[in-house]
């Protein structure tokens, strides 16, 4: 008789069972992010535990992300299984295979393509990033065809490890939410990103990169942001005092791949953060004369 524990791992949901099932695929996949997630605040960058919700609003965007007291909420380390999923997606899609919101791989998959180490501990940590995607819950009006009507998701509707017959663990499944599916199923929506972005290790520097990377791109003459909008859009807790501080230790270390940062005053005596790529490709699009940034209020 089947071990009872054992034949549970293998029940299916009701949303399995309408879902096919997408195996990983193997291979050095460019690494790829979703562009609504890198202009918006819906991760901690903090690596404490936080509770406190982001609520975040200018123009017709909103978003609210709330936490559980047990697992908190989910970490901008924690969205590296998100840029695994979205890379995975969009390299299947474009080799004409078919793609699926239930996944399948292996915690050694997922870990080894953000450059993290496989050991027991690497495998805990995962884990507990599974439980916080899973348990953070998001609130937003972005792509909805009225403000009024936002979206309520978690990053993963569901995990579970998989084992056979025997108990042996075979590896992982998870459903990605709508939401994160089909935009990234849309190529206007997703960017490819440096695969050093993983080994940055500040919260506000990854974020900082993914902000840079989505409206600076390859435009020669890059992108400015005023202090106090960039402090509103990380969606972080620290004053705008700190923040300012970590910003200016940032723009000394120069961490970003491929961009310069700069500081810069101007004639009202705010200070702005400049950025523009570190070197610029000749294939890319027609370069454009740097924008300043629109205030917290405009629409984004």
């Known amino acids: 008789m089947p071990n009872k524990s054992v034949a549970a791992r293998h029940q299916k949901s009701p949303v399995q069972e309408q879902l096919d099932l997408f195996r990983a695929l193997p291979g050095d996949l460019a690494p790829r992010d979703a562009q609504d997630l890198m202009a918006y605040p819906f991760f901690s960058l903090a690596k404490s535990k936080r509770l406190t919700p982001i609520d975040f609003r200018a123009g017709q965007i909103a978003i609210r992300v709330e936490a559980v007291p047990e697992h908190g909420m989910a970490t901008i380390w924690d969205a590296d299984v998100l840029i695994w999923a979205a890379s995975q997606i969009v390299h299947a899609r474009d080799a004409g295979l078919k793609t699926s919101r239930l996944m399948a791989t292996t915690p050694y998959e997922i870990l080894t393509f953000v450059g993290r180490g496989v ?7 995962l884990k507990a990033a599974l439980d916080r ?36 663990a075979l590896g992982i499944e998870l459903i990605l939410p709508d939401w994160f599916y089909v935009g990234v199923l849309d190529d206007a929506l997703v960017l490819t990103i ?43 807790l620290s004053p705008l005092k700190h923040f300012v501080y970590d910003l200016r230790d940032i723009v000394r270390r120069q961490p970003l791949p491929g961009y310069n940062l700069a500081i810069e005053g101007s004639i009202s005596g705010k200070e702005r953060l400049d950025f523009k790529p570190s070197s610029v490709d000749p294939l890319a699009q027609a370069p454009r004369r740097r924008q300043p940034a629109r205030s917290v209020g405009d629409n984004l």
Do not use: C, M
């Open 119 to 125: 050991s027991a501990r690497d495998y805990h940590r």
């Open 133 to 168: 995607l899973q348990s953070t819950t998001v609130a937003t009006s972005i792509r909805q065809p009225s403000e009024r009507r936002r979206h309520r998701f978690s990053w993963i509707n569901e995990w579970k490890e998989t084992a056979d017959a025997h108990g042996r």
């Open 194 to 236: 440096d695969r050093a972005y993983f080994a940055l290790t500040g919260g506000l520097e990854r974020w900082l990169y993914r902000l840079v990377r989505k409206h600076g791109g390859s435009q020669e003459y890059g992108w400015s942001f005023d202090f106090a909008y960039l402090h509103a859009k990380s969606g972080g």
